[in-house]
Each structure stands twice: as structure tokens, then as C-alpha cells.
């Protein structure tokens, strides 16, 4: 995990407790037991107790220290299941639907939330990432201000300097064709996300053209969610719509827009919609070979973020990190 010490050293001043959905799924052990190690960071795992220790044992893990929550004998879930119906009165949400629902590792991790028994919470070894979004628009909710959630990946790649080179992309994992207002608040929150990884955001709204060399509906949308962005944000150093290599190469940059501070520096990203975002920092990982950490889910009222199904133990313990360090 490259260049995140300063997170580890903020948890280490400031402990805070995660909640996993999938406790007994062996990578969420495996990096449990390091997060335990590491002595900054307290799990809880949901799951039936005995299940999650003889599967902790099988594989090899120590997992001692870590709270294992189960929904089936929890105190406070009576409490819950009327919290739940309270979230969700607008609904007619009945108690014996909640209780159904807070049955599920899903909804009973992001209530532990709610309820402020955990700060944040983790999930998506095995759910999809719909089943870990929706119970925290559901429970959680948006900020103030916020329409939407969204998403940014961070990209992490050691340079020659010794100093390593860190990105942010979004949106590549949540909204597929986001609107103009759905980038001006993709953009404010990919660039405060940014911020706590270390990166001075320096934002590009990107497209095929840049600052009019090319026509077309996507480009306008680009151009239009940069100066709303700008309007919303006058400090924050944005430019758009523009060309990838216009963006990141001072070369290009001098050609395309002299006059662009933003320009052949920029390193916080927005793309157009999922297809371009998705597709933009796998290439960066495969090729440019940036460590990718996320999706980070931004616009919530509390930081909960969703794993690959495809993760490993290493990619669990990064993104525990990443989600403590945000709450």
C-alpha cells in the first residue's frame, strides 16, 4: 500500500471502528487479523460468532480483539428495528419487513453505523455494489447539499523521486451518464477526497476537445459543468472541457492552452460518464502501473465504501484504511 502512512498515523492519533457486512469471509479475516496487528483501526465483524471463529481458524487467522456482531442475537435490535422504521416511516415500512431486512449483513452493518456503534463500514466481498449502496442511501443518506452519490478511484505509482505520483478519477464506478450538475458535485467531491490523500487538486474536466476545437452535445456538457464547478468553487484550480494530453503533458498544454494553470498538471480527473472513467483508470493501472484504490463512495453522510467481489486480503486492508481515515 504505497504513500498512505499519514492515514494510518491520523487513525493512530484517532482510533476508529469498522464494520464489515461479510465476517466470515476469509479476506475479510485475513486483513482483520492485520488491522488487529496494526493496533489503529477496531473490526467488527457481522456474523454468527462461532461461524466466524472456526472460519478465522481454518484459515489461520487471529482475529482476538475484533467484535464479532450477530444479527440474530443482538441487544440493541429491537432498538434497530424501530430506528429503521423511523428512517423509512415515508416508506410504511411495517416491523416485521425491517426485521427481515436488518437480518441481512447489508442493512444491519449500515444501521451499526447509524446507530454510531461503528464509524464507518466496508462491504462488497460478496455483495454487489448496488446491495452496498442502496441500504446507505437508504439509512445514511446524502449530505446536505448532496443529489447523488458518487465515486472516486485514487491512483498511487512510485516515481524516480522517491515521491509518489497520486491521482484522483472519477466518476468510474457509480453514475453512468451523469449530468452536468451531477459533475459540478462529482468534481467538489472528488477534489475534497483528493485533499486527504496528500493531492493539491488541480481539476480537468475531460473530453475529445478541448476549449472549443470540437463540437458535439458531450463536449458542451463538459464545458458547462467546468464553469458551474468554477462558479461554485472560484479557488479551486479547474479546466474544461480538455484533452487528456492537454491536461497532463506541459508540452501539449503549451500548444492547446497556454494560458491554463491547470493545464499539463492536472491531476484530479472527471470524465464524462462511466463508460470513459471505468475504462481511463483501468488503463492507468494496467499499463501505467498506479495501484487503483476504490471505488471511494463520496456524498454520504458517513464514510462507507464497496469492495470488488474479485478482491484480495491486501485490497480489504487498504480500503479499511481508506474508509476509517474518511469518517
Known sequence: MYGFGSLIET????????????????????????????????????????????AASESGFNIRGAQIVDPENYERFDEMVDLLCEV???????????TKMLKQGNYFGTMLVKMGVADALLGGATYSTADTVRPALQIIKTKPGNKIVSSCFILVRPSATGENEVLAMADCAINIKPSEDDLVEIAIESAECAKIFGIDPKVAFLSYSTLGSGKGEDVDKMRNA?????????????????????????????????????AGHANTFIFPDINAGNIGYKIAQRLGNFEAYGPILLGLNAPINDLSRGCNAGEVYSMAIITAALS
Open 11 to 54: 487513525l493512530k492519533k484517532n482510533p476508529k471502528k469498522i464494520v464489515f457486512t461479510e465476517g466470515n469471509d476469509p479476506r475479510i479475516l485475513e486483513a482483520t487479523s492485520r488491522l488487529l496487528a496494526s493496533n489503529f483501526l477496531t473490526p467488527i465483524l457481522v456474523g454468527n460468532e462461532k461461524e466466524v471463529m472456526e
Open 88 to 98: 423509512r416511516k415515508s416508506k410504511g415500512l411495517t416491523k416485521e419487513e425491517a
Open 226 to 262: 467546468a464553469k458551474k464547478t468554477q462558479d461554485a468553487k472560484p479557488d479551486l484550480p479547474i479546466l474544461g472541457e480538455v484533452q487528456f494530453d492537454a491536461a497532463v503533458s506541459p508540452r501539449v498544454a503549451r500548444t492547446k492552452c497556454p494560458d491554463s494553470e491547470v
